[in-house]
């Protein structure tokens, strides 16, 4: 059973231009979250997920960012017109119900902004 | 706002010695508290969960203490090895939402 997938692992975008980016959860699994970890800061919040539906996010930015867990395929995170402070680690969790305790972490997304 | 503080931010040890890793939280009403570990470049491995009606979890060398009273947790780990060098992430656990703690960064030296 493969854990939680994320790609790519890394990610270089210049400024003005669009990351997506992708987190396959463990099978079985239909709930899934998003973190950032900026640089020199702890992991934050930023969006669960479950099939087709977006349950909560308050951790999202209002602007650029938007996130969707279709039917079919992986979740994606997608920021718009990056700039340099997006900068940051990118970590998809995914969890069978809904206990806060059985989140698996994937090896996250390092996404570097020139 | 409920945070989570984790204290030493950093700590180096000889490899034998005993850890302590530090965290306090403002809110006490949490669900679960969760010590992770993460190494570099890699994801989140889940170490200990302990739930808000437990005091305490163990797994091998490692020992979790909770005491929802004073809102603190602590991490154990007896005889460190190099092997242990690591970030360790205190979290809260309400909800869905994962509260993280900022880190200790844990050198053991051979």
């Known amino acids: 059973n493969a854990g939680v997938m994320q790609n790519p692992r890394h990610l270089v975008r210049r400024r003005g231009q669009e990351a997506r980016l992708r987190c396959s959860p463990m099978k079985g699994h239909s709930h899934v979250y998003w973190y950032r970890q900026l640089p020199e800061e702890g992991l934050k919040f930023m969006v669960y997920?479950?099939?087709?539906?977006?349950?909560?996010e308050s951790g999202m930015p209002k602007e650029r960012f938007s996130a969707e867990f279709p039917k079919e395929g992986p979740s994606i995170l997608r920021i718009q017109q990056v700039v340099r402070g997006d900068s940051a680690a990118y970590f998809c969790?995914?969890?069978?119900?809904?206990?806060?305790?059985?989140?698996?972490f994937g090896p996250g997304t390092r996404l570097t902004v020139t | 706002k409920q945070e989570v503080t984790q204290i030493p931010a950093a700590l180096s040890v000889p490899e034998g010695e005993n850890l302590v890793l530090n965290c306090s939280f403002t809110?006490?009403?949490?669900?679960?508290l969760q010590w992770f570990r993460q190494d570099p470049g890699k994801g989140l491995t889940s170490l200990l969960l302990i739930q808000s009606s437990q005091r305490e979890q163990t797994s091998g060398r490692l020992n979790a203490s909770l005491d929802k009273s004073s809102g603190r947790s602590t991490l154990y780990i007896a005889a460190s090895q190099p092997g242990d060098s690591a970030t360790y992430l205190c979290v809260r656990a309400a909800g869905n939402k994962l509260t993280f703690g900022g880190g200790t960064r844990v050198l053991v030296k051979p």
């Open positions: 969790a995914s969890s069978k119900d809904r206990n806060p305790g059985e989140q698996y």
């Open positions: 809110d006490s009403a949490i669900y679960n």
């Open positions: 997920l479950q099939k087709e539906n977006i349950i909560d």
